[in-house]
């Protein structure tokens, strides 16, 4: 009995130890940069790019954990919340709004619609359990080709958003014209050894990942895990689980809103119509990546993943094309590694052979 | 009396709902020819049989897995770069003419079914999720084709930078390849005009199901489905009526598009293929598998070696497919063509009336013509109610993935009411995840 | 010994050190019905794994012993194997395809086939069915059933009784069958299905097949067998011929003496006469549990046991009034009645509930013992929370100040409070389900097979702290167990459920006969009226 009880410890510790996948990236992530020192590339510009983008793809990484834990799978209807965030910020440019006032209409309005979009796709999913993954893709899919309709045929009369003749808005939505572009990173930004560092964006990130670490110790979030882990075990300790589902994919929704626009203002655009298409995908890549997998994840592995993944493509690129110009390398590496280690979680997921 | 035609009205209703997807797209295509008052039939049939022999075979090559219970294969998109890796080989060498796609076939073939073999190892891994699988690993896949075309030929493998088909730097291929005299290779050896084709085809099955109803009259107690049969007969005799008046006023219908009639044998030889090899021992495994993987286990099937078969040989069909679309089509997108296949067949097929678990030829073929129907009447939709065409393609995306999804949904919604418990049948209260 | 069709001699069979069969020969004759019968736990699916070579037993460590067929030593290491040899069984679930026509469910994999064109080239697999002989095929052994039914219907929608008798065709249609096994075949059957499958099976046995039967109703046993085998804790009790014995008999043999655990006598217990709780035509669906009408009472103080054969319901009625499986009918539980199908209400209540199933429902493996000791109470009853403005947070200082005094009072083998529960011994993991069900301070204490997958030492410990709670806090308790010793060496009385309703009530002192009996059904007529007020 012992033995078996020694067994389950080194189970344990190797459980917790860092998972294959993050390893290979992290080498990987490695060997570029060691490549791009050689190849004496400016390393202050590339890591004030990495720092942008680890701050404004973090918030829709952070948007898979509250799903994944709650026992729907990653997050694959990640558009839902993103044509939210987006809906509300062209409602705020028709309404004449413009700077900082801008991002918080946009937050706020964003929040109460994906608060409302969240709870229907939560009830969608609560009557389709165990398809969960497949159905929020297509869920997503449709929700970004329904929009491009509205997109499309909105009255919106702003100059700043509509197309010179016909109705509909442009396919991307210049956000310095309404003076909301980079407005979160320029907050408190500094420059140190040439490395811009966008403070309100990783303050914004950081204050995120805290409460999502919070709320997990909270009774509510205590409940959306056991629920995850084992849904039987909290119906039978009286909890209704499908609740407790529904919460934590509109919270999930609400993240992707928030993490759009965080996106939005720090690219400059905000991008309409199929643009939203494929966005969960590298966002659920990063997840995994950072050690998650497609029923546990955890706010540390959102950091890892965010950091690995967005480091990883930010100095592939300018590395990939020193060495072999005229490839488009890094788009090639983005695609392998991103589905690849979907594919990798998905053999994972304990499959219910089908009756 | 009263009992039996309550009965009647709950079985229509039945069909109704079970039809729900087939009836929304005949009805939209009507709504077009209703609105766009401008466009002929000839200008519909044409553009619809055209899409017929283009897509016709892809969405057969869905049919087999399916059955064997791995669901909608997205993962046909790997047939199909196969596929045009294979065109891409035999381009480069200048290869022509009929031969040249006869080439391209037998070289996609072993690379076909190789992926296909390591796709059914995937979904064997991945059980139960094997359709989000298969819409990824077309993605991954992607990314190795572009990884091949777009670095390794020219990095790894030579290729002279004046090559009409490499990029003017000497590496990767070019967004798009030209197919020389490959294009309409197989179109071009026998062509009929369409309305001859409807009339003897018309006259050739009117006469079979004569043939079948007078023999079924003779005996007893036959088993024939009379009402539909005689809708279809009537079908039949109005195709007849209608390509005699063409024949004889030689009006507009005469000048759709003349139909190929060796890719038409080709799609009928898969229809055919796909019907029989139901009949044979694997097939039986197939759908032995389909419907319970335990019970076939324990009958002493090999489960896992039948999936990978019924993947493969959908993979490879796939690739076929992919080459008589791409001969049709003309010119190779070399990074584009194939990245809508799996999701355009997959949607076509549930237009038909498939299901993620059952599939017919009946339902691929009438699914590619309603669906193609849709295709073609939602810009004319769009220009003529909204003045935008685009309107219309962005419509079109949405029901892709909209009847993709709602067949998708209703199936597990479904799947999972059945499995809930109930204390009996009278009781409505059902409980799903217990 | 040349009419002996299957003789399996001194076979012994280990798992992991621990001997599940010690030494046991049987016997068919030609023709022969031969009843295997034991409680659970007893052997007989061992046996009958070995019999047809399922991989369980070679990935095991193989057995010792040896099989003759026909007196020819054999060696069956695969189900194919056996097949080969001629050995069928029919299976308890059904084997059926719903979606296949009669015969394509007779012949599953066993399909006849002719060569075509392709199949010349591409080899078997490519040959087509040949549908006429299989229905030929399908329609003899189905005549051989005296089945009228076509052989070109679908299965799905036929009454069981017919799928059991598909099966058995599709048995006998396998050329050179000698011996079929039946696994509780008359479980799901009604009374006259199962008069029509023990006439049939007496058909087949004439014909020269040898039949192995397993099932618990002593009555069918006594109606069609010839002989008798009885197993009891991997020993073979006993052969008999079925004339030369009795139903009582049988059941005493099946029950025996175990090794019992001895019951101390109660000191200062205040048993009243207030009832706990009250079943009245109480009805659960649990799957392979179900539960169809029982009536039974609680009084307040008092340690009842639930007991009977595995698949007859006794673990359905915990589950049941817990919420976990649909559930109808009354449950007065202190005299008020009990909401029924909602987990939440029963815990509020006051119900406390030890899962049988521990890794399934009981527990958080992957948690620590801390959040599985106090998960449902700080759920359910807000306990163990601190709250910071409207947010409730957990209180990780209460709880792991309570879960080290419940470690302490059961005796938790850990090296801390925040181990993780999958990483304890069995016999440690049912104590932290104690726990959790103590921390909810109940007034009547559910338990289900506590000591099931546990070392000894454990079982006693945690029978032990079971009647310790009775004793010091008053709390009632019932108990399900598939271990009859168990149940009485600690309960007042011991209900016996079989086909979902309670059989009997008997005192914990009752003889072997009376509780085997009972637990096969075979004394439905005499007790129906009285034991159950009779305590």
Known sequence: MSESVAERHTADASAKKIGLPTIIIGIFFLIVLIAALIIRLPMPVLISDLLRRFGMNGLLVLAMVPSIQSGTGPNFALPIGIVCGLLTIVSGIEFGLVGIWLILFACIAGTALAIAAGYLYGKLLNSIKGAEMMIATYTGFSIVALMSLVWLMVPFASKKMGWLMGTGLRETIQLDAVGADSIINKFLMFTIFGIKVPTGLLLVFFVFCILMWLFFKTKTGIAIMAGGINPRYAQASGLNTDKYRIIANIISTVLAALGIILFSQSYGYAQLYLAPLNMAFPAVAAILIGGATASRASVSNVIIGVFLFQGLLTTSMPVANQLFIGTDLSEIIRMVIQNGIILYALTQVKGVAKQ | ?434 | MVNNLLTMKNITKEYFGNKVLNNINLEIAKGEIHALIGENGAGKSTLMNILFGMPVISSTGGYQGTIEIAGEPVHINTPHAAMAHGIGMVHQEFMLIPGFTITENIKLNREITKENIVSRIFGKQYESLDINKMNADARTALDKMEMGIEEFTLVAGLPVGHMQFIEIAREIDKTGLKILVFDEPTAVLTESETQNLLSAIKKLATSGIGIIFISHRLDEIMQVSDRVTILRDGELVVTMNTKDTNTHEIAQLMIGRKVSFERNETKNRTLSNDTMLKLKNFVVRMPGEDVKGVDLEVKKGEIVGIGGLAGQGKLGIANGIMGIYPAKGEVLFEGKPLKMNDPKGSITAGLGFVSEDRRGIGLLLESSIELNTVFTCMQIKNSFLKRVGPIKFKDTKKIRAHTKRMIKELDIRCTSSEQRVGSLSGGNQQKVCLARALTQEPKLLLVSEPTRGIDVGAKRLVLDHMKKLNEEQGITIVMTSSELAELRSICDRIAIICDGKVEGILPPDASDADFGLMMSGSKRTNTEQGAIHNV
Not at chain 2, 95 to 110: K, N, Q, R, V, Y
Not at chain 2, 120 to 143: C, D, H, P, W
Not at chain 2, 209 to 223: D, G, I, N, T
Request: aromatic residues 10%; hydrophobic residues 55%.
């Open chain 2, 1 to 434: 009396m009263k009992n039996s035609r309550i009965i009647l009205s709950g079985k229509t209703k039945n069909m109704l709902a079970d039809n729900m997807v087939p009836i929304i797209f005949i009805a939209f295509t009507l709504l077009g020819f209703a609105v766009a008052r401008g466009v002929p039939m000839s200008f519909f049939l044409t553009e619809l049989s055209g899409r017929f022999y283009r897509n016709g075979f892809l969405v057969l090559s869905l049919i087999i897995p399916v059955v064997a219970g791995l669901g909608l294969n997205f993962g046909i998109v790997v047939g199909a770069m196969s596929a045009q890796l294979a065109l891409i080989i035999v381009r480069y060498f200048f290869i022509e003419g009929f031969g040249g796609l006869l080439l391209c076939f037998a070289i996609s073939t072993p690379i076909a079914a190789f992926f296909g073999y390591l796709t059914g190892k995937l979904y064997n891994k991945t059980r139960g999720q094997e359709m989000i699988a298969s819409l990824i690993v077309g993605f991954f896949a992607n990314g190795i084709y572009q990884f091949l075309l777009l670095f390794a030929v020219g990095v790894i493998i030579p290729v002279p930078a004046t090559h009409p088909m490499i990029k003017t730097d000497g590496v990767g291929v070019r967004m798009t390849v030209d197919m020389g005299s490959l294009k309409y290779s197989l179109e071009s050896v026998l062509e009929v005009s369409f309305v001859w084709a409807v009339l003897v085809v018309s006259i050739l099955y009117l006469a079979y199901m004569l043939c079948k109803y007078l023999r079924a009259k003779q005996m007893p107690l036959a088993v024939s489905g009379g009402k539909y049969s005689f809708v279809g007969m009537a079908a039949l005799v109005l195709c007849i009526a209608i390509s005699l008046i063409s024949i004889i006023t030689n009006n507009s219908l005469m000048t759709v598009k003349r139909i190929p009639v060796l890719t038409i044998a080709l799609i009928a030889m898969l229809a055919v293929f796909t019907k029989l090899i139901m009949k044979t021992k694997l097939g039986q495994d197939f759908r032995s598998i389909g419907q319970s993987q335990h019970i076939a286990q324990t009958n002493g099937i090999d489960v896992d070696k039948t999936r990978i078969i019924a993947v493969i040989i959908s993979t490879v069909l796939a690739a076929w497919g992919q080459l008589i679309y791409l001969q049709n089509m003309g010119t190779l997108n070399t990074y584009g063509a194939h990245n809508q296949i799996g999701m355009f067949s997959v949607a076509a097929l549930l237009v038909g009336g498939a299901s993620v678990s059952k599939a017919t030829v009946k339902h691929a073929f009438a699914g590619t013509l309603l669906f193609n129907s849709m295709f073609i009447m939602s810009p004319e939709i769009g220009q003529a109610l909204f003045g935008q065409a685009i309107l219309g393609e962005y419509f079109r995306t949405f029901m892709v993935y909209g009847v993709i999804g709602l067949a998708l949904g209703l199936y597990v919604w479904n799947a999972n009411r059945k499995a809930g418990l109930t204390l009996d049948p009278d009781t409505v209260e059902t409980r799903t995840s217990i």
